[in-house]
């Protein structure tokens, strides 16, 4: 457990009264402090030129080896990398903190691409488990089917399946979109708190189930409702939304949009209740 | 966590234990407490073929008590005056290792109730599969040590289905292993990945119908409870519809009979399975690479859905 100690000396987020105290040991809260911004430095990033290209084989690497050459490779400056034979290894490409043009050539498995940020990447096979979990910001491309839990925790960025999805899309997401070109299963948008979730296709049961915001369309049949999932009115701004996303994202081309369901959080939940906390509080 | 692994090559045969071993090695990260083959071979199909262990492998981390081997021997020709009453004729016999044993027997009645209940009332003795394609070879370590320790490299046949265990729930030995046969009925092998919660209900329910269980393992409920619903007959696809209900819990799990190969997966899809589909091959795995290592090449693979029940046919 972290040790919270004061501090007499006050930052100026602190004099904001933005918080009070600062973490220390082994888990450190830093807290960005507006004086320093010109200082302020973010690790694990490389000034790197879209225009220079190269291709890196990954058949005889481990996903640790492969990470470590991708990263060698943006030290170097190179913007556009290409990874061949990635045949399914999990943890290809996570942690990227950098924007990037990378596209893979062929399929992976758990945990591809996950907590990046800022990375534009084409995967031209299919994902596993786990795809992009985490993300920040970027776009991630899809060809393919993805396993469960694609997009878990997302905070930003598009994240885009042509394919179908498995179940659990979104779980506890907090900002971006996820676009879904076919089917998707069980308990998509789960605990979902913020963004949005498009699926074309058609959805399992549970959908938004325990949801806190953010919200879902979809365009084709409905499983059933998750807990604390409700309909809600597809306005115009909705439709223009939905088109402009769609069009970026190239795909569901002359998909009519009008005729999507958009499900949002009913607000019903206990967490929702202004008494209960309060009343808890005062309990302990 | 556990991986399971399996294939089907529809209208040809190939090299299925060798094909296995890659698929399984591939998924050893997901537990090599125990590894555990049900591979159906190509057979002239006149006789039985017996597995059957006489003691347990009391190797590094098992959880087996060690016995003498003159104990395996004695249950051994136990087995055999019992076959023998009963009259079963030992065509082949190949003794893998002192506590595994392998029979090719000439058996001509159907039932095999009361055949295995005669073997299995010997102490220590468990008749791991019985059938005139299926071979269930399980033991501890993962699946390249079981492969090279009983062979199986080179075994031909049409499908076959495994298990790369990590024990959580149960003792690391062979009878806590997968795949679990289908008791009493001929080659029908189950593998499961997951956790049932309602296991001991249904045990309870089970053997008060007169079903057997040989562990405590909660996967040996499925095939117990697929083997009850055949029983009463119903068809291998409408008991594994019924389990969908019947078992809770979260699992994926495959079973197989001498012509078939079949999927299922709980309503809540917790558990995870890549599958990938051909005209001439049906391949799949816990996770993607368990298919790459027959299918190196970009191929279209997807997940089943929530409560998907599939069965395909040789």
């Not at chain 1, 399914?88 to 893979?104: A, D, E, Y």
């Not at chain 2, 209900?201 to 409870?225: H, P, Q, T, W």
Request: aromatic share 8%; net charge negative; charged share 25%.
């Amino acid at each position: 457990m972290a040790n919270l100690k004061n501090v007499t000396k006050k930052t100026k987020a602190q004099a904001m009264g933005m918080h009070s105290e600062v973490l220390t040991g082994r888990t450190q809260q830093k807290f960005f402090n507006p004086d320093e911004a010109e200082n302020f430095y973010y690790f694990g990033t490389y000034d790197v030129d879209f225009n220079k290209r190269t291709d890196l084989d990954v058949k005889n690497m481990t996903a640790a080896e492969a990470n470590k050459e991708l990263d060698n490779l943006m030290s170097q400056g190179y913007g556009t990398i290409v990874i061949k034979n990635p045949q399914g290894k999990h943890s290809l490409g996570v942690g990227i903190l950098n924007k990037l043009n990378l596209i893979f050539e062929g399929s992976l498995g758990y945990f591809g691409m996950g907590s990046s940020d800022g990375p534009i990447v084409r995967i031209n096979g299919r994902v596993g488990w786990s795809c992009a979990e985490n993300l920040m910001a970027g776009k991630v491309v899809i060809e393919k089917n993805a396993g469960s839990c694609f997009g878990a925790a997302i905070r930003g960025g598009d994240l885009i399946c042509k394919g179908s999805v498995g179940a659990r899309t979104g779980i506890d997401m907090k900002g971006g979109t996820i676009i879904i070109g076919g089917d998707a299963g069980a308990f998509t948008g789960f605990m979902m708190q913020r963004g949005r979730i498009i699926i074309l296709g058609d959805v399992g049961i549970n959908l938004g189930d325990s949801m806190y915001d953010g919200t879902i369309f979809v365009g084709g049949e409905i499983g059933s409702y998750g807990s604390d999932a409700v309909d809600s009115e597809l306005t115009q701004s909705d439709q223009d939304w939905l088109r402009r996303k769609l069009r970026v994202a190239e795909i569901g081309e002359n998909f009519d949009v009008s005729k999507m369901k958009k499900i949002v959080a009913g607000k019903k939940l206990w967490n929702y209740d202004n008494l209960e906390p309060a009343e808890k509080k005062g309990a302990i | 966590m556990c991986g399971i692994a399996g294939l089907i090559h529809r209208g040809k045969s190939s090299k299925v234990g060798h094909e296995l071993q890659g698929m399984l090695q591939a998924l050893k990260h997901r537990g090599e407490d125990s590894t555990g083959y049900a591979l159906y071979g190509d057979t002239d199909g006149k006789n039985f073929i017996m597995r059957f262990k006489v003691g347990e492998n009391v190797g590094e981390g098992s959880t087996s008590v060690a016995e003498d081997v003159s104990v395996y021997d004695e249950r051994k020709k136990i087995v055999d005056s019992y076959l023998a009453e009963m009259g079963a004729k030992i065509i082949k016999e190949e003794r893998i290792l002192p506590y595994s044993l392998r029979y090719e027997i000439e058996y001509n009645k159907k039932d095999l109730l009361e055949f295995s209940q005669k073997i299995e009332s010997i102490p220590g003795v468990e008749i791991l599969s019985m059938g005139k394609s299926l071979e269930v070879i399980k033991d501890l370590g993962n699946a390249k040590m079981v492969c090279d320790r009983y062979n199986l490299d080179k075994l031909v046949g049409t499908h076959a289905i495994g298990h790369a265990r990590m024990a959580t729930e149960s003792g690391v030995d062979i009878k806590s292993a997968h795949p679990f046969w289908g008791y009493p009925f001929s080659d029908v092998s189950v593998v499961h990945n997951g956790q049932l919660t309602n296991y001991w209900n249904n045990r309870r329910a089970l053997e008060n119908k007169g079903m057997r269980f040989m562990s405590e393992c909660d996967s040996e409920l499925i095939a117990v409870y697929l083997a009850e619903k055949m029983r009463d007959g119903a068809s291998l696809e409408e008991g594994m519809k019924e389990s969908l209900t019947g078992l809770d819990g979260v699992f994926t799990y495959f079973v197989a009979t001498k012509d078939s190969l079949g999927m299922a997966k709980d309503t809540m899809a917790a558990k995870p399975l890549v599958l990938y589909e051909s005209d001439d091959l049906v391949a799949m795995g816990s996770e993607e690479i368990a298919i790459r290592s027959i299918l190196p090449q970009e191929i279209d693979t997807y997940d089943p859905f929530d409560g998907e029940v599939k069965v395909w046919q040789i």
